[in-house]
Each structure stands twice: as structure tokens, then as C-alpha cells.
């Protein structure tokens, strides 16, 4: 347990430091998107019975939680192994690897957490379409840790910043507007349909818009994240005893 309060601390001592800059830069994006498509593009406009507003908001977070906590996992991973060279140091450390992974994974999880509680606060100020339950919390927790978790992976797999990009590019980037972060997965040709409903941002949004679903239906999202969850970290385990 020292080796992973080692981590987190190292983490929060970075976070601190940087504080200003990551906070605002966490509410850029969601705000652009907000005013652009929620204030802009949506007034007037509903979908399923409610204010095209209150559809976005949970969107948004679902998106700035799996991006931010992806890309700070991914990105301190891979840059830790290709320009500080630093995880070598980790690797021949008493520290155990899995741990190691516990630790990387809870931290770039927190990052996502912080950027969704910075999204509720300005949101709140602005509007009451928003409404927090327990359920609510859990999935952009879990959201949180499985994007965290495949940036853990990725990170460890890619051996180049620009093959980052391109991951980036061809996967995290699709699912922001594919699983329906801004208009319902419905719209989707039914073969784009199928194969959308198997990524996990996609039962995050479901999940975070719970109106109308029945308990079965919740518990089948949250159950679908907590196994890429599971998967994600055995495999970012494994291969972070391995890793070159």
C-alpha cells in the first residue's frame, strides 16, 4: 500500500502545481460545445421529451470524462517510456507492477473526476437541466477508470507520440460524436448501430440519461462497464510486466 499512496501522492503533487492551467483547460472544450450545440444549435429544439440542453449535458460530461481521463493515463505513460525513460525506473523499483498500474489508473481517473465535477459547477450556475443521482455518480465514475484503464494500455502498447495522435484520431475521437454524445444512437444506420453499441462511452451516455430505462437496463450498463473496466486493467497489468 506505501507503493501506491507513493504514486498517488507523486500524482496530487503534480496536479497542485499545475492547478490553474488544468482547470481551465478541463472546462474549454465542454463549455465551447455548450454554447455551440446547447445554447446555439439547440435552442428550441427537444429530443425524447426534453430540452435539447438537458440531453447534452450528460453527453458532455460522458465525453470530457473519458477524454481527459484517457489522454492524462496515455500520455504521461507513453511519454514516461519514450522521452523521460523513466519507467525503466519503476520497472527495476520494489514497487510491484500491478500496483504501479493501480496507481496510474486511479490517478488519471481522478483527473476525469475533477473535470466532471468542474462541468457540474458551471452548469449548475447556468441551468437546472441537470439532475445528479447515486446511479448517476457511479457511471461517470466507472466512465472515468475504464478510459483511464485504456489509456493505461495504450499508453504502455504505443511506440510513438504520433501513433498516440493517431489512436486518438481513429478511436477516442469517433466515439465523442458516435455514441451518442450529441443526438440519440437511433439516428445511426442500423450496422454503424450494432457495432456503437458495444463501445463503452455508448452505455455511458445511455446510462447518464436514465429517464424511461428500466433497472435491468441500468444494471446492464453499469455491469457492461465494469467489465471493460476488469478486462482493461488485467490487460494493462500483465503487459506493464513486460513492457520494453
Not at 61 to 84: H, K, L, P, Q, V
Request: proline share 3%; with cysteine.
Amino acid at each position: 500500500m506505501s507503493g501506491l499512496y507513493g504514486i498517488l501522492w507523486q500524482e496530487f503533487v503534480v496536479f497542485k502545481r499545475k492547478f490553474v492551467a488544468t482547470s481551465i483547460s478541463f472546462l474549454i472544450s465542454p463549455v465551447l460545445y455548450l454554447v455551440a450545440f446547447g445554447w446555439g444549435l439547440g435552442s428550441g429544439v427537444e429530443i425524447g421529451g426534453v430540452s435539447y440542453m438537458a440531453y447534452i449535458i450528460p453527453g458532455i460530461i460522458g465525453m470530457s470524462t473519458m477524454m481527459t481521463s484517457f489522454n492524462n493515463t496515455a500520455n504521461t505513460i507513453n511519454i514516461s517510456r519514450i522521452f523521460y525513460k523513466t519507467f525503466e525506473d519503476y520497472m527495476i523499483s520494489p514497487i510491484n507492477m500491478t500496483v504501479y498500474a493501480l496507481g496510474k489508473i486511479i490517478s488519471g481517473a481522478f483527473y476525469g473526476i475533477y473535470s466532471a465535477t468542474l462541468i457540474i459547477i458551471m452548469v449548475s450556475i447556468f441551468t437546472n437541466d441537470l439532475v445528479i443521482t447515486p446511479y448517476f455518480i457511479v457511471i461517470a465514475l466507472l466512465n472515468c477508470f475504464v478510459f483511464s484503464a485504456l489509456g493505461f494500455l495504450i499508453g504502455l502498447l504505443v511506440n510513438s507520440h504520433s501513433d498516440m495522435a493517431k489512436f486518438t484520431s481513429f478511436v477516442i475521437t469517433p466515439m465523442s460524436f458516435l455514441c451518442g454524445t450529441f443526438f440519440p444512437i437511433d439516428k445511426m444506420p442500423e450496422v454503424l448501430k450494432w457495432i456503437i453499441y458495444l463501445l463503452p462511452l455508448t452505455h455511458t451516455n445511455l446510462a447518464l440519461r436514465t429517464t424511461g430505462e428500466s433497472s435491468q437496463q441500468m444494471a446492464l450498463h453499469a455491469g457492461i462497464l465494469v467489465a471493460y473496466l476488469v478486462v482493461l486493467f488485467v490487460l494493462g497489468a500483465r503487459h506493464c510486466k513486460t513492457v520494453e
